[in-house]
């Protein structure tokens, strides 16, 4: 929708990168003098195209990352659980909506998006092909997996590109609600019988070195870093944020009385850090090409989901089409 008012030249883009680099050395001074890159204003090819992969992805996120939560609305616990978990999981809907708006100002449209992730051809964050087993999961999802979500996405509101920054200033506000609740059910769970808190300890173990992994490869590994910071789309590096997620999280998982499932985690008085054990990047790897344990399974119900709405996109679509011909019909007859 927001594509109709923007002026989309992306092929002159490309050619001007390669052919003027005034116009990039103007681009990066703009950036370094922290302006705001808007959707109307030049921008090298490549910049739009990690923002494009950046914000596709993580709106993708947001919407299968409704699924595994959403399993566990019909069995919350009371009813201001389930009303707490609907209004969280109607949220991450809207992030969801929200961001694939801002990727359409970069001139692709929702529909190639959606496309490309009911394909199998979009990536979204490896946290959300874990299941959901226990009431548990949602506590730990609530605080370790929005805990870090909003660890990556405060600094994502001064990102570069106006329309991703200005998303985000909504989307983290709402996250940290989400934290809240997250944290509030792990907290009456360990304050619950011993079956309770041994159910938060368990999804703890299961949830903890995933959430690890949502950071994205050692800052050697991460092949975007590099540009994404010059270009200040990421203002911290995945393990600096990863670093502050564990320094953030291990105290209340102390607080909580629960034990973080890592042997080697230490905490380093000399730099003032928490060092953690060495992270699983076999499983990484495995489940952002499809190998998790439920990646089929999130894409099927995607597909599904998709399919079951195409009537509603249908009579969407007719409804307008009927409404703009009754329009074009009575100024003709007015003129
Ligand atoms: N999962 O060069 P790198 C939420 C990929 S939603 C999957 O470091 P970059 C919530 C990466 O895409 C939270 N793939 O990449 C919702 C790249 O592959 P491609 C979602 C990952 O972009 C509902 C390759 O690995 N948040 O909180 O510089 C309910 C190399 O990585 C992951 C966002 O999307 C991963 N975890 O940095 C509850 C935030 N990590 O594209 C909660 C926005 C890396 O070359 N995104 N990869 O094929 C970002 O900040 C950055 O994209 C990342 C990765 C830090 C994630």
Same mark, same amino acid.
């Given at each position: 929708?927001y594509?109709?008012s923007l002026?989309l030249?992306?092929?002159?883009g490309?050619?001007?990168?390669?052919?003027?680099?005034?116009?990039?050395?103007?681009f990066?001074r703009?950036?370094?003098?922290?302006?705001?890159i808007?959707?109307n204003?030049?921008?090298?090819?490549a910049?739009?195209?990690?923002?494009?992969r950046?914000i596709?992805?993580?709106?993708?996120?947001?919407?299968?990352?409704m699924?595994?939560?959403?399993?566990?609305?019909?069995?919350?616990?009371?009813?201001?659980?389930?009303?707490?978990?609907?209004?969280?999981?109607?949220d991450?809907a809207?992030?969801?909506?929200?961001?694939?708006?801002?990727?359409?100002?970069?001139g692709?449209?929702?529909?190639?998006?959606?496309?490309?992730?009911?394909?199998?051809?979009?990536?979204?964050?490896?946290?959300?092909?874990?299941?959901?087993?226990?009431?548990?999961d949602? %506590?730990? #999802?609530? /605080?370790?997996?929005?805990? +870090?979500? =909003?660890m990556?996405?405060? $600094?994502?509101c @001064?990102?570069?590109?106006?329309?991703?920054?200005?998303?985000?200033?909504?989307?983290?506000?709402?996250?940290?609600?989400?934290?809240?609740?997250?944290?509030?059910?792990?907290?009456?769970?360990?304050?619950?019988t011993p079956?309770?808190?041994?159910?938060?300890?368990?999804?703890?173990?299961?949830?903890?070195?995933?959430c690890?992994?949502?950071?994205?490869?050692h800052?050697?590994?991460?092949?975007h870093?590099?540009?994404?910071?010059?270009?200040?789309?990421?203002?911290?590096?995945?393990?600096?944020?990863?670093?502050?997620?564990?320094?953030?999280?291990v105290?209340?998982?102390r607080?909580?009385?629960?034990?973080?499932?890592?042997?080697?985690?230490?905490?380093?008085?000399?730099?003032?850090?928490w060092?953690? %054990?060495? #992270?699983? /990047?076999?499983?990484?790897? +495995?489940? =952002?090409?499809?190998?998790? $344990?439920?990646? @089929?399974?999130?894409?099927?119900?995607?597909?599904?989901?998709?399919?079951?709405?195409r009537?509603?996109?249908?009579?969407?679509?007719?409804?307008?089409?009927r409404?703009?011909a009754?329009?074009?019909?009575?100024?003709?007859?007015?003129?």
């Amino acid at each position: 929708m927001y594509t109709q008012s923007l002026i989309l030249d992306r092929k002159s883009g490309d050619a001007a990168e390669l052919e003027d680099p005034e116009r990039l050395a103007h681009f990066q001074r703009r950036i370094d003098e922290e302006r705001k890159i808007e959707p109307n204003d030049w921008m090298p090819g490549a910049y739009r195209q990690t923002l494009v992969r950046q914000i596709s992805q993580h709106a993708h996120s947001e919407i299968i990352g409704m699924q595994p939560e959403g399993n566990w609305l019909t069995r919350a616990p009371s009813l201001r659980r389930k009303l707490q978990l609907l209004a969280k999981i109607q949220d991450e809907a809207g992030h969801g909506l929200y961001l694939y708006s801002a990727a359409e100002t970069l001139g692709v449209s929702r529909e190639e998006l959606v496309d490309q992730l009911l394909a199998g051809r979009a990536k979204y964050s490896s946290i959300f092909n874990y299941p959901t087993l226990t009431w548990a999961d949602i %506590g730990m #999802i609530g /605080w370790l997996v929005d805990g +870090a979500a =909003i660890m990556n996405q405060i $600094p994502l509101c @001064r990102c570069s590109y106006g329309p991703y920054a200005r998303a985000m200033i909504l989307v983290c506000k709402e996250e940290s609600f989400h934290q809240r609740q997250g944290f509030d059910i792990v907290r009456t769970l360990c304050a619950g019988t011993p079956a309770q808190r041994a159910m938060a300890q368990d999804a703890l173990e299961r949830w903890w070195w995933p959430c690890l992994m949502m950071f994205g490869p050692h800052d050697r590994d991460s092949e975007h870093s590099d540009l994404s910071m010059r270009w200040k789309i990421k203002r911290f590096s995945n393990d600096d944020l990863r670093r502050k997620f564990v320094d953030a999280t291990v105290p209340q998982a102390r607080f909580l009385g629960l034990d973080i499932p890592d042997p080697e985690l230490r905490f380093d008085a000399i730099e003032g850090h928490w060092v953690t %054990g060495p #992270i699983d /990047w076999d499983e990484f790897f +495995a489940v =952002i090409q499809g190998n998790g $344990p439920c990646n @089929r399974e999130r894409l099927a119900a995607r597909r599904g989901a998709h399919e079951q709405g195409r009537w509603v996109r249908e009579a969407a679509s007719a409804y307008a089409a009927r409404h703009a011909a009754a329009a074009a019909a009575a100024a003709a007859a007015a003129a």
